[in-house]
């Protein structure tokens, strides 16, 4: 008995280390070299697949058993590390939760598809019980509105320079605006989605508290009431670095950009740097940090406000 267990176990690491180097498995072929039953090759092929499959659940990578029709042989398909881990898929779901961009409708849906398209059959339900609670409990945004049709015609419009015109609803009122735009971009921040841009054919002296601002106009997504993607295109003087205008922008409030200064004598001067990533402490006396940061328009004062005592000496350079 223990005889036959320890040819079996060789046989099963001689089959593993020939898929590992790239070879094809036909059950005739093995059943013949080794002098046994085809029945008994396809246990040691489903020990190899179980093997495959527990390393995958257990370390979230590995490789998949799979049978290839064409050369009717068994191979062994690499995962490489591409696939997303048990603890990067349950990472994403809880910022999605988190964010609260979505419908109810949309959450759901959006969280389904990451969890069976990205994690194996024996982790989706471990995924799921870990996610049940905060899904059950999850609040929608007070607009109640669907917007994930809109990121796709706007994000080609970026691409290949489109003009877009839109109806928007203001943040005041039920009163609506309509807008023909040269869309830059499409950002997050503050639970909402918003498509950056600059504005055609408007009276910037109406407008604009400063109609010399050379900087786009953001808008959220959720409240463009209508959308469309005209045939016109235009061209920039030059390229819109999204990264470096998410930076100096704060609450998604546009306006020209600015140098401020403030002492700040919070607990965790990181938590400011994490939130103004332009900033940069100047000097530190007794717990008392001095701080400079450059940013675009008014969003920075509503951050300062907040922080009540903890920032003092708050000047625009």
């Not at 194996?120 to 996610?131: F, S």
């Not at 939130?275 to 328009?297: C, D, H, K, S």
Request: include cysteine; glycine fraction near 6%.
């Amino acid at each position: 008995m223990g005889g036959t267990d320890t040819n079996k176990s060789n046989r099963v690491l001689f089959l593993y280390s020939r898929l590992l180097h790239g070879r094809k498995l036909r059950k005739s072929e093995l059943a013949e070299e080794f002098g046994v039953s085809e029945k008994s090759i396809q246990r040691d092929l489903e020990a190899i697949r179980d093997f495959l499959d527990r390393k995958m659940v257990e370390e979230g990578f590995g490789g998949h058993l799979v049978y290839d029709y064409l050369d009717k042989a068994y191979c062994l398909e690499q995962d490489n590390g591409m696939n997303l881990s048990n603890a990067e898929i349950l990472a994403i779901s809880k910022i999605l939760l988190e964010s609260r961009a979505f419908t109810k409708q949309e959450i759901d849906s959006i969280l389904e598809k990451l969890v069976v398209n990205c994690a194996l059959k024996e982790n989706q339900i471990l995924v799921n019980k870990l996610l049940a609670n905060e899904k059950f409990h999850y609040v929608e945004l007070q607009h109640h509105k669907p917007f994930l049709d809109r990121l796709m015609p706007i994000g080609n419009a970026i691409r290949n320079n489109h003009v877009i015109q839109i109806k928007y609803r203001k943040l005041k009122g039920r009163e609506t605006v309509e807008r023909r735009l040269e869309p830059l971009a499409i950002m997050f921040s503050e639970y909402y989605f918003y498509v950056v841009g600059f504005i055609e054919g408007i009276d910037k002296e109406k407008a604009f508290e400063n109609a010399d601002d050379p900087f786009p106009t953001i808008y959220r997504i959720d409240r463009i009431e209508e959308l469309d993607v005209l045939k016109e295109t235009f061209e920039l003087p030059e390229r819109f670095e999204e990264g470096e205008f998410r930076k100096r922008i704060q609450f998604m409030y546009g306006g020209k950009l600015r140098k401020v200064r403030f002492k700040y004598s919070g607990e965790s001067v990181e938590a400011v740097l994490d939130r103004l990533p332009t900033a940069r402490v100047l000097g530190e006396e007794n717990g008392i940090y001095l701080v400079e940061a450059e940013v675009f328009g008014k969003g920075i004062d509503m951050w300062v406000r907040s922080q009540g005592e903890l920032i003092a000496d708050y000047t625009i350079i």
